[in-house]
């Protein structure tokens, strides 16, 4: 199999659902309901249990040519393992230093809340921004609401693909890609139901044929909804530090 760096992966995925799993079994089963995009999210496991769960979700991934697996918050462990992708907040370590210490083709996602924070992100060589919590949330304690509207300004600061999150549902997934948000990102609404599978093939239902989809030519010219033209190149054309 002739599997693209996972920046390519990232940029060519048409699920806009960006999913979340804690262990490998959750992990295979939104693959196989189409789940593109992954992070590994566990604030509790001990590094050892953590750098298992990464290596074993790993194996599922690296199987597909169209999907990755990114790390939250653990960059040692994402380096030392060769993840696909490595996603850290403000509080974390520093975007520049990630990027500096990052292989070629990894992915390098920033939380920002603001669009100053977005354009560090993105002067740092960040490869998306991660913006939210769009609505109230009950996932993340310390989660401040930035709303559409701050996601939209998030969204016209940047040149970066956006991934909002944050209390994201099915009744406003497209609002949010409306707003012009490349992916949502969706903790609970996937990973509480009774069937995640299902909850996020009918999240994905709800995303297909709208602006920036793979097939929509609308979409990547930077039509009326959310144009993401120049969000789907990450670091296309810049050569981030290090990277
Ligand atoms: N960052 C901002 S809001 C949030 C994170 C990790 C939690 C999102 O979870 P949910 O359940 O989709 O609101
Ligand atoms: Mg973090």
Do not use: W
């Amino acid at each position: 199999m002739n599997r693209p760096p996972p920046r390519e992966i990232f940029r060519r995925a048409t699920a806009r659902i960006y999913c979340f799993a804690d262990s490998p079994e959750l992990c295979r089963r939104l693959l196989a309901a189409g789940a593109q995009v992954i992070q590994l999210r566990h604030k509790t496991a001990s590094d050892a249990e953590f750098r298992d769960l990464a290596l074993r979700m790993q194996e599922l991934v690296r199987a597909r040519e169209d999907a990755l697996l990114i790390v939250n918050d653990r960059v040692n462990i994402a380096l030392a393992i060769g993840a696909d992708g490595v996603h850290v907040g403000q509080r974390d370590l520093d975007a520049s230093e990630v990027v500096r210490r990052a292989p070629p083709g990894m992915v390098i996602g920033v939380s920002a809340r603001t669009p100053e924070e977005a354009r560090r992100a993105e002067a740092a060589g960040a490869t998306y921004v991660g913006a939210g919590s769009v609505f109230p949330t009950a996932t993340k304690a310390d989660a401040r609401v930035i709303g559409l509207e701050g996601l939209r300004r998030v969204v016209a600061a940047v040149r970066l693909p956006v991934v909002a999150i944050g209390g994201i549902t099915q009744a406003t997934v497209r609002e949010v890609l409306a707003a012009g948000a490349r992916l949502c990102a969706v903790i609970s609404a996937v990973n509480q139901a009774p069937d995640p599978a299902e909850a996020l093939r009918r999240l994905l239902a709800a995303c297909a044929e709208l602006p920036g989809d793979q097939g929509d030519e609308r979409g990547r010219g930077g039509g009326q909804e959310g144009g993401v033209a120049d969000r789907e190149g990450g670091q296309g054309g810049r050569p981030a530090a290090g990277a």
